[in-house]
């Protein structure tokens, strides 16, 4: 029988349905506090950018294991009959505060709160640090890149080297956020409403023995947003051919909107095509280049003053290939009505509900503060109510509206983050309140007894 990996509950690690087992066992069903966020930033990441929120909502409010994942749970005799009846009838009623997609943040600030009976509050870890991290990795990554190409057209075409369909898809919704013009990826129109672009494959011209007939085909058959790869042979001679052949196009209403550049020393190609462009009067045909493309690379050309249009990226941007995974944790930060935090060496947690404030000077980001929830201070607080009862609190954002935020977002960036200077000492300062209660929780540990 098939199954669906995306929906099936079973998409999990064994230690979830073990300790929820043991939580049965001894009747720890009390309420549990989870926060889930990144330890800290690397290297090359000064900052990161919030996403996959929507997909972590859908996956709580549709919480449920089907029969066939329970009938194969009896009858794999690894699970007792106890947990296999518990999680026949297992949903999520549980609240979650989340910083809004979108969002700017830094370590150790919780981008969601989850607030549940303990074995639902435990069993739903894995799946969100999957969906919540790798859109967060995209986002971030596809950030960068927005801010090293400043009003260039930046598109995804990374499905072919994603690490599966999943990423694929959600790689193309993480870098729309983040401000990409579109994507390749034909499903992603249709599921989240992204633009579509294509041009043509370098097979497309070998198939004819003549470039410019292979140019004329494709733009009669395709005359919509007409794109004319030009590097499958001689590059600077095949634009001179798409000089010679845009007459007779235009005369058929039939107009070059681009042309691209797949390899070479693109700043130096770039220049000669745009020259013979605009000798041929084709002024208003854009150059759009991709092949192995990353944020450095775009800064480069930025430099350079390269006049290239827009970008096709692929590998770099799904991959996150520099920083292919980020230090995400989900932790135990209250049970029962008491603060919990981990201890161990560099990896202690700071316990309770916690609030992140942002502070802004000439409208740009100036400091967060960290604290416990309930603990006002200067600026404005990032993490909202986002479910009460297992059910949304508020219909959810537009696609249009969280790549609105986003925008807002990296605009108010300090200028040597715009810059992608990663060794910037952004300010975020862990309030008085917090400290105390992690002293707090500490003696009372220390005086309990083994």
């Known amino acids: 029988m098939a199954v669906d990996c995306g929906t099936s ?11 929820i087992d043991a939580y049965l066992d001894e009747g720890a069903d009390e309420t549990a506090v989870f926060e889930l966020f990144f330890r800290k930033l690397p290297p090359r990441r000064g900052f990161l950018v919030a996403a996959g929120l929507e997909q972590a909502l859908d996956f709580l409010e549709n919480l449920r294991f089907s029969k066939d994942d329970i009938d194969w749970l009896r009858a794999s005799g ?34 969601l709160r989850v607030t549940a009976p303990l074995p ?6 894995t799946r969100l640090i999957n969906l919540l991290h790798f859109q967060t990795l995209v986002a971030s990554k596809a950030a960068r890149m927005v801010l090293a190409a400043p009003g260039k057209l930046l598109v995804d075409f990374g499905l072919r080297r994603a690490h599966g369909a999943d990423a694929g898809l959600l790689a193309a919704r993480a870098s729309y956020i983040a401000g990409f013009g579109g994507t390749a990826t034909v499903l ?12 043509m494959a370098h097979s497309f011209i070998q198939v004819h023995d003549s ?16 794109t004319l790869l030009i590097d499958t042979y001689d590059t600077e ?6 000089v010679a052949l845009a007459p007779r196009l235009k005369a058929d209403g039939i107009r070059i909107d681009a042309v691209r550049l797949d390899s070479g020393d693109l700043v130096d190609l770039s220049r000669r095509v745009r020259r013979i462009l605009d000798d041929g009067g084709l002024a208003e045909v854009r150059i759009f280049a991709s092949g192995g493309l990353d944020e450095e690379k775009l800064m480069e050309f930025r430099r350079a003053g390269a006049p290239i249009d827009g970008f096709g990226i692929g590998t ?6 520099d920083v292919p995974a980020l230090d995400c944790a989900y932790k135990l930060q209250e049970y029962a009505g008491l603060p919990r935090r981990k201890r161990s060496a560099g990896k202690a947690t700071w316990p309770g509900r916690k609030q992140v404030w942002r502070r802004f000077v000439n409208g740009r980001m100036a400091g967060d503060v960290l604290t416990l929830e309930g603990d006002p201070q200067e600026g ?3 993490i909202e109510p986002v479910m009460r009862g297992g059910r949304r609190v508020v219909a959810p954002p537009t696609l249009a509206e969280i790549r609105e935020r986003a925008a807002e977002q990296l605009s108010r960036l300090p200028d040597p983050l715009r810059e992608l200077e990663p060794a910037f000492p952004y300010s975020v300062e862990v309030a008085p309140a917090l400290v105390r209660l992690t002293e707090e929780v500490d003696r009372r540990l220390a005086a309990t007894p083994e």
């Open 188 to 199: 992603a129109q249709r599921l989240f409403g992204i633009p579509v672009y294509g041009t």
């Open 316 to 321: 770099s941007l799904v991959t996150s290939s």
């Open 211 to 226: 470039e410019v007939t292979a140019f004329e085909r494709f733009a009669r058959a395709r005359p919509k947003n007409l």
């Open 120 to 125: 639902v509050a435990q069993l739903i870890e």
């Open 380 to 382: 404005v607080a990032l």
């Open 78 to 111: 690894g699970f007792s009959r106890r947990l296999c009846d518990y999680l026949a009838d297992l949903r999520f009623t549980g609240d979650v505060e989340a910083m809004p997609e979108g969002t700017v943040f830094f370590a150790d600030e919780p981008v």
């Open 9 to 19: 509950l079973l998409l999990t690690d064994l230690y979830q349905l073990s300790m």
């Open 237 to 242: 001679a095949a634009a001179r051919k798409v």
